[in-house]
T-cell receptor, first 114, second 113 residues
Framework: DADVTQTPRNRITKTGKRIMLECSQT?????MYWYRQDPGLGLRLIYY???????NKGEISDGYSVSRQAQAKFSLSLESAIPNQTALYFC?????????????FGPGTRLTVL | QKEVEQNSGPLSVPEGAIASLNCTYS??????FFWYRQYSGKSPELIMS????GDKEDGRFTAQLNKASQYVSLLIRDSQPSDSATYLC?????????????FGQGTTLQVKP
């Protein structure tokens, strides 16, 4: 089945460490997104990419960077993790149709920064 | 700041009843709207998309859109305990199909047997 996968699924790390979260998809979608979800704050967009050479900041990009290695792969990096980056991180993909831009989510990565 | 507002709930309904979930949005240029279901600890799952005013039905789910009132709703008929989840409203911001979504904080639905 065409799918969106994320690795790792859970990660505990310490303040100051560099962390990379990876996202791969077999849906053939050209658009990919990274979100974080915090209790009471909902889903917030970190970065998005409409193709390999088109990467854009979202609502809360400070402290994060991304790399679009291929159409199917989009990685999120925390260069120096801090405790308030503890959250649930989701990757999503979409393809533009005439009417919609439906986004489909991966299973998520639960990140804890101590 | 573009906003999407939902009542956080919890909304509690008995099994077999109709659950009505509501969402308002601030961007008048928004063209497409989505409802996601999210079980605790899981990822959001797309259940409905709508872009024309009026109703759109899919099984037990009906999405309703009123662009003039900047209002979108989701009706769940014959609610089941398995429908207990958080429902996220998402709005495509900006005119046209921009590909950027703003999510509401979600409404928690509890369906009691």
């Amino acid at each position: 089945d065409a799918d969106v996968t994320q690795t790792p699924r859970n990660r505990i790390t310490k303040t100051g460490k560099r962390i990379m979260l990876e996202c791969s998809q077999t849906k053939g979608h050209d658009r990919m997104y990274w979100y974080r979800q915090d209790p009471g704050l909902g889903l917030r967009l970190i970065y998005y990419s409409f193709d390999v050479k088109d990467i854009n900041k979202g609502e809360i990009s400070d402290g994060y960077s991304v790399s679009r290695q291929a159409q199917a792969k989009f990685s999120l990096s925390l260069e120096s993790a801090i405790p308030n980056q503890t959250a649930l991180y989701f990757c999503a993909t979409s393809v533009k149709t005439k009417a919609y831009n439906e986004q489909f989510f991966g299973p998520g990565t639960r990140l804890t920064v101590l | 700041q573009k906003e999407v507002e939902q009542n956080s709930g919890p909304l509690s309904v008995p099994e077999g009843a109709i659950a009505s979930l509501n969402c308002t949005y601030s961007d008048r240029g928004s063209q497409s709207f989505f409802w996601y279901r999210q079980y605790s600890g899981k990822s959001p799952e797309l259940i409905m998309s709508i872009y024309s005013n009026g109703d759109k039905e899919d099984g037990r789910f009906t999405a309703q859109l009123n662009k003039a009132s900047q209002y979108v709703s989701l009706l769940i008929r014959d609610s089941q305990p398995s429908d207990s989840a958080t429902y996220l409203c998402a709005v495509n911001i900006g005119s046209g199909n921009t590909g950027k979504l703003i999510f509401g904080q979600g409404t928690t639905l509890q369906v009691k047997p």
